[in-house]
C-alpha cells in the first residue's frame, strides 16, 4: 500500500533551501535521484500483461539503495540467494556498536570509521573462534541510524554456531549450541581492535583514543534463532533497510515533518517526533553512506571465495541436497490478475508516453 506522505514529498516542499543545509555533492545528488524517483523527470515505459492484456504506464525507478521506495524487490532477490547458503546449524545474532565519542569522527570521515567497524568486529569473531580450533563466518549489515534518524552506528551480524577445523571437517563451537561467545570479553577485545585499526588509519588524536578506553563498548550477542525460517525472516527486516520508511511519515507540510520511532528507553513505546524540513533532510542525509561503500559483507566460510571453493565440499559433507535457485519477486507481475507477466511495449522519456497509451491505461483500468 501507498504511503500517505513520501521523503520526496519533504524535498519537493524544500526546494531550493537543499543548498543552505551544508551537503555534499554526493548527498545531493542522492537526494536528487530520491525527489525524481518514479517521476516523469526520469521517463518511464509503458507495460502491457501477457495475460489479463491489461495496459499500464510506469515511471521509471531512481535504484539509489537510500531510496525508500526503491528497496522491496532487491530484499527478496537477496534473501532468495542467501537462502540457499544456510546450513543446517544455529545461528546467532551479534550487534557491534559504536560509542557516540566517534560520532563526530563518522560525519567527517565516515569511510575509515565505517570500514574500521567491519574490520574490528570480524576480527573479533574470528580470533575467538580461533581460539576454539575453528574457522567459522559470518555476515555483517550495516545501520547508522537510532530511531530519531540520530547518528548511531552499528553492526547487525548473523554467525553460525559452528566451523571448519584444521581438519576441514564441520563442527559446533559449543557442545549444546546455546550460547556463542562471553559478550562481556568480545567487548573488550572489540574495543582494542577498533583502537589499534583506527591507529592504522591515521587516527592517532590522543584525546580521542583516551575517550574511547573510558567508555564501556556494546557487544550484544542473541540466543541462537530457532531455526533457518527465523533467519530468514531476520533477513528480510535488516537487509536492504534505510534510515526511515515513508510509511513512519505521519504528516508533511511546507515548514515540518512529524514522524513515528519507537522509544526504546520506554519499553519500545510508539511516539512521534516533529522536525523542521531542512533538520529532517539534514538528519536523513547523515545516513548516506559514501559512493561505492559496501554496507553488507561476508566473512570467512560466508565469504564468496569460499562458497566458489569449499562450499559445496562443505554441503556434501553435512549432506546438504543441492538446490537450484529460482528467484521469483513481484516486480514484473501484473497489479491486476496477479498471474501474468508485465511485458514491456515502449520507453519513453520526460515527454510523456504517447496519448493512445494514456487512453489505453484508462480503458484497461482494473
Given amino acids: 500500500m501507498r504511503a500517505a506522505y513520501q521523503v520526496a514529498d519533504v524535498l519537493q516542499h524544500l526546494g531550493d533551501g537543499i543548498e ?3 551537503l555534499n555533492t554526493h548527498q545531493l545528488r542522492t537526494l536528487r535521484a530520491i525527489k525524481d524517483c518514479r517521476t516523469p523527470a526520469l521517463g518511464g515505459h509503458v507495460d502491457v ?44 545474532h551479534v550487534v557491534f556498536t559504536l560509542p557516540d565519542t566517534l560520532n563526530t569522527l563518522a560525519l567527517h570521515q565516515p569511510s575509515v570509521v565505517y ?45 553460525p554456531g559452528a566451523g571448519v577445523n584444521a581438519n576441514g571437517y564441520f563442527t559446533t563451537i559449543t557442545p549444546n549450541g546455546k550460547y556463542l561467545f562471553p559478550a562481556k570479553a568480545m567487548s573488550k577485545m572489540y574495543r582494542a581492535k577498533y583502537v589499534a585499526l583506527l591507529r592504522k588509519r591515521g587516527i592517532t588524536d590522543k584525546t580521542l583514543i583516551e575517550n574511547l578506553f573510558a567508555k564501556n563498548w556494546v557487544v550484544y550477542a542473541k540466543r541462537p534463532f530457532g531455526g533457518p525460517k527465523q533467519v530468514i ?31 526504546y528507553k520506554s519499553n519500545a513505546v510508539k511516539k ?8 529532517f533532510i539534514r538528519r536523513f542525509a547523515m545516513h548516506i553512506l559514501p559512493l561505492r561503500f559496501v554496507r553488507i559483507r561476508h566473512y570467512g566460510i560466508l565469504s564468496s571465495t569460499w562458497k566458489r571453493v569449499k562450499f559445496m565440499e562443505l554441503r556434501k559433507q553435512l549432506k546438504m541436497p543441492l538446490t537450484k535457485i529460482d528467484i521469483k519477486t513481484k516486480l514484473h507481475s501484473c497489479p491486476c490478475c496477479k498471474t501474468g507477466t508485465m511485458i514491456t511495449l515502449m520507453i519513453f522519456g520526460k515527454r510523456g508516453p504517447p496519448e493512445q497509451y494514456i487512453t489505453g491505461e484508462k480503458r484497461n483500468a482494473c
Fill in 49 to 92: 500483461c501477457d495475460d489479463c492484456g491489461v495496459i499500464k504506464i510506469s515511471y521509471n525507478s531512481c535504484r539509489n539503495r537510500h531510496c525508500p521506495k526503491c528497496q522491496g524487490h532487491k530484499r527478496e532477490e537477496w534473501i532468495q540467494k542467501r537462502t540457499a547458503d544456510l546450513l543446517p546449524v544455529p545461528y546467532f
Fill in 20 to 22: 543552505s543545509i551544508g
Fill in 272 to 279: 512521534s517526533m516533529t522536525l523542521s524540513n531542512p533538520e
Fill in 115 to 159: 570500514d574500521v567497524l567491519f574490520k574490528a568486529a570480524w576480527q573479533t569473531i574470528h580470533q575467538f573462534s580461533a581460539s576454539k580450533g575453528l574457522h567459522t563466518g559470518m555476515i555483517c549489515i550495516l545501520h547508522t541510524w537510532g530511531q530519531t534518524l540520530s547518528l548511531h552506528p552499528h553492526l547487525h551480524c548473523i554467525v
Fill in 233 to 263: 525472516e531476520y533477513l528480510g527486516r535488516y537487509t536492504h533497510k534505510i534510515a526511515i520508511s515513508n510509511h513512519r511519515l505521519q504528516n508533511v507540510d511546507e515548514a515540518s515533518t512529524t514522524y513515528s520511532y519507537k522509544d
